[in-house]
């Protein structure tokens, strides 16, 4: 029986400390300190939204693990630190490695936000060693946070984010992800090894994507069971759908009617309708904060899509001399490519590809 394990995620923005030259006013510097406590907010607020959501989980992992994190200067770093709870093996590795799960959402959010504010992209180190931060004081101390460091500072070189080698070595923690990956990402790996030097690095838009993949999917099987089952077209049980995720109780009735008949909605089809969504309430009920939540996770990652294809396609030309600067720009701009690839099947991320990347 043990403890399960902590992890510690050190993330660095890309080129903020040439920005940082600049700072030479309280103006200036207020402006800088603002932009990073709103990276902190939104970080915070997704907390809220997870803990919300996960208070009627089966497995809660807010019932297992503290979240904090803090800015230093133009860095950031995250940790999840296990309570005193002891696990069996099996519930270690599952339960440890899922809340990795979590993060990763969470950087998504912070990395789209960087992106659309300031052009600008992170790279990091992940360790599992302790780290503890005191968020009123702004202050982290730590093995964790000094190996994540050296990750970030000695090794990741391009935009990206490695896990330590001492965890990517364990034949254990590895497995248990790939099962995670197969349970929530359609057997997609959240790790992968780079070629540029087999170094596992965070696949944080491979992931997402296979996890909006899969829910997708899975919202289309419901879909197609209802209209097989009361023979009502796609347009009406989409239109549906959007109205008893979107609106709120009280005005439901009302959007409804109006919703009837502007799609000239039969009678028969009304009874039918009736039918189902005294049927579908209580499943709306229990699943609506997910729905919400991969909603919300579908937005930010067209954001973060759009933004990345528009940074990448400007710096590749603005350093095409630079070899140094633009080595960075083609690793992220083959690294969007690839997984664009993968997912080649998903509608709306093909648009982003960069269609040529210079350079090379």
């Given at each position: 029986?043990?403890?399960?394990?902590?992890?510690?995620?050190?993330?660095?923005?890309?080129?903020?400390?040439?920005?940082?030259?600049?700072?030479?006013?309280?103006?200036?510097?207020?402006?800088?300190?603002?932009?990073?406590?709103?990276?902190?907010?939104?970080?915070?607020?997704?907390?809220?939204?997870?803990?919300?959501?996960?208070?009627?989980?089966?497995?809660?992992?807010?019932?297992?693990?503290?979240?904090?994190?803090?800015?230093?200067?133009?860095?950031?770093?995250?940790?999840?630190?296990?309570?005193?709870?002891?696990?069996?093996?099996?519930?270690?590795?599952?339960?440890?490695?899922?809340?990795?799960?979590?993060?990763?959402?969470?950087?998504l959010i912070l990395l789209e936000h960087i992106l659309t504010e300031k052009g600008l992209l992170i790279r990091g180190g992940i360790s599992n060693k302790f780290t503890d931060i005191d968020e009123e004081s702004s202050l982290a101390v730590?093995?964790?946070?000094?190996?994540?460091?050296?990750?970030?500072?000695?090794?990741?070189?391009?935009?990206?984010?490695?896990?330590?080698?001492?965890?990517?070595?364990?034949?254990?923690?590895?497995?248990?992800?790939?099962?995670?990956?197969?349970?929530?990402?359609?057997?997609?790996?959240?790790?992968?090894?780079?070629?540029?030097?087999?170094?596992?690095?965070?696949?944080?838009?491979?992931?997402?994507?296979?996890?909006?993949h899969k829910s997708e999917n899975e919202r289309l099987d419901i879909q197609n069971i209802m209209e097989e089952k009361y023979a009502i077209t796609e347009d009406i049980i989409t239109g549906l759908n959007k109205l008893v995720i979107e609106e709120e109780a009280e005005k439901l009735p009302i959007k409804l009617a109006d919703f009837f008949i502007e799609n000239e909605v039969s009678d028969e089809d009304l009874i039918k309708i009736n039918k189902m969504l005294k049927e579908s309430s209580k499943i709306l009920t229990e699943i609506k904060d997910d729905i919400k939540n991969i909603q919300s996770i579908k937005y930010t990652t067209i954001n973060t899509l759009s933004k990345l294809q528009e940074v990448i396609s400007f710096n590749l030309e603005k350093y095409s001399t630079k070899k140094d600067i633009l080595n960075k720009y083609i690793w992220l701009g083959d690294?969007?490519?690839?997984?664009?690839?993968?997912?080649?099947?998903?509608?709306?991320?093909?648009?982003?590809?960069?269609?040529?990347i210079l350079g090379k």
């Open positions: 029986m043990k403890k399960l394990m902590q992890w510690t995620y050190f993330l660095d923005i890309l080129g903020y400390g040439e920005e940082q030259k600049s700072i030479d006013t309280h103006e200036k510097a207020n402006t800088f300190i603002e932009f990073m406590k709103r990276n902190k907010f939104l970080i915070d607020k997704q907390e809220l939204f997870d803990k919300h959501a996960y208070k009627d989980k089966i497995v809660n992992i807010y019932d297992y693990y503290d979240f904090k994190s803090v800015f230093i200067s133009d860095s950031f770093v995250l940790t999840a630190i296990p309570k005193e709870t002891l696990f069996d093996e099996e519930d270690y590795y599952n339960l440890s490695t899922f809340v990795v799960m979590e993060l990763t959402f969470k950087i730590g093995q964790g946070l000094i190996e994540a460091y050296k990750l970030e500072s000695k090794f990741a070189e391009v935009p990206r984010i490695l896990l330590s080698e001492e965890i990517s070595s364990d034949v254990k923690i590895m497995g248990s992800f790939k099962e995670h990956s197969e349970k929530y990402g359609e057997n997609f790996s959240i790790f992968s090894k780079d070629r540029l030097d087999n170094l596992y690095y965070l696949d944080y838009l491979g992931y997402i994507l296979s996890f909006l690294y969007l490519n690839k997984t664009i690839d993968d997912f080649s099947d998903i509608e709306f991320i093909k648009q982003y590809k960069i269609i040529e």
